[in-house]
Nanobody, 115 residues
Framework: VQLQASGGGLVQPGGSLRLSCAVS????????MGWYRQAPGKERELVAT???????TYADSVKGRFNISRDIRKKVPFLQMESLKPEDTAVYYC??????????WGQGTLVTVSS
């Protein structure tokens, strides 16, 4: 099974992007889907998650600006990013975890926020 994030790019401060995650294969019993990011020289950090029941969580730094959603049929997450800031610049990764704790990471997509 492979995950692939897409939708990144170069955007000006205040701009918007929508990230998508494609899955090749089937992941059984997904418990939570989410997005992480890793900025240059920094550790990977949680951005947002959405659980099976629809409960969402967000990093404080993106609350009110980012929105995580999902395609229930395709079992993939999306990340709508608004009011982007230079500090949002990072490689963004989609992530999935099954009810048994098995985790899957995708190839990242680069988001660059710069004027």
């Amino acid at each position: 099974v492979q995950l692939q994030a897409s939708g990144g790019g170069l955007v000006q401060p205040g701009g918007s992007l929508r990230l998508s995650c494609a899955v090749s294969g089937t992941i059984p019993s997904i418990w939570v889907m989410g997005w992480y990011r890793q900025a240059p020289g920094k550790e990977r950090e949680l951005v947002a998650t959405i659980a099976t029941g629809g409960t969402t969580t967000y990093a404080d730094s993106v609350k009110g600006r980012f929105n995580i959603s999902r395609d229930i049929r395709k079992k993939v997450p999306f990340l709508q990013m608004e009011s982007l800031k230079p500090e949002d610049t990072a490689v963004y990764y989609c992530h999935m975890m099954t009810r048994w704790g098995t985790t899957y990471w995708g190839q990242g997509t680069l988001v660059t926020v710069s004027s």
